[in-house]
């Protein structure tokens, strides 16, 4: 499927039409933004990393019955995807406390929590995504009570499959962001799970092998994406 306009560039990917109407191709950039894109920078390779990895993961929760917009993925830094109206609203699911969570709390980063956290953000730069909750996004009309309902389902399922999946390749998930979009009718999960969205910690040593390097200045952005990769697909790489 070849890309045809420009439809949309974003911080770190950019979206193109093809022939098919329902379908778009999503190109996956190295350039990197934290803090509302106060803080720029590049990693070489996240692109590619973050356009497997993605397609690793939507690959997994599809066969475990979660609909994504993942068709097949094209090349190194290209998917095909089949085409959404985005749902203004960001998932936000934690299974320890890191973060803006521990920042809001007032707690230490890294206590696993009883129970999975759900937060919800309202997509808007301009506004730096303010936190909102369930009456927010129905009495605003950003979805409706079925979507959300749904999306919440499948959040807490999402967290489910990819827990234990992350946890055999030595990865613990502590919390990551999703986004859906309706599609001919339907929820299904967009965006992508990357280390870009995830924050992912070694389970031995409880390295940070995700954005907070980039975000933090921890340096070796670049390797720790690339092991993250390599965990997922297993073998040696061309990156
Ligand atoms: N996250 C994201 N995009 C955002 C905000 C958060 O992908 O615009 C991810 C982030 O990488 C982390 C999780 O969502 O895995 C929770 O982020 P948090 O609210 O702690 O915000 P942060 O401190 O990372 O900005």
Redesign the pocket.
Known sequence: MEKRELIYEGKAKRVYSTDDENLVVIEYKDDAT??DGKKKGTIESKGIVNNRVTSVLFKILEDNGIPTHLVKLLDGRNMLAKKLSIIPV?V?V?NRI??????RLGLEEGAPLPNPIL?F?YKSDELH?PMVNEYHILTMGWATPEQLAEMKEMALKINSVLVPFLRERNLEL????LEFGVHQGKVILGDEISP????LWDVQTGEKL???RF?RDLGKEREAYIEVLQRMEGGSLNV
């Open positions: 934290a803090f960001e936000v934690r890191a973060g803006s969570l521990a920042t937060e953000y995504d502590v919390d990551f962001k870009d969205t995830c924050r995700d954005k907070d975000r």
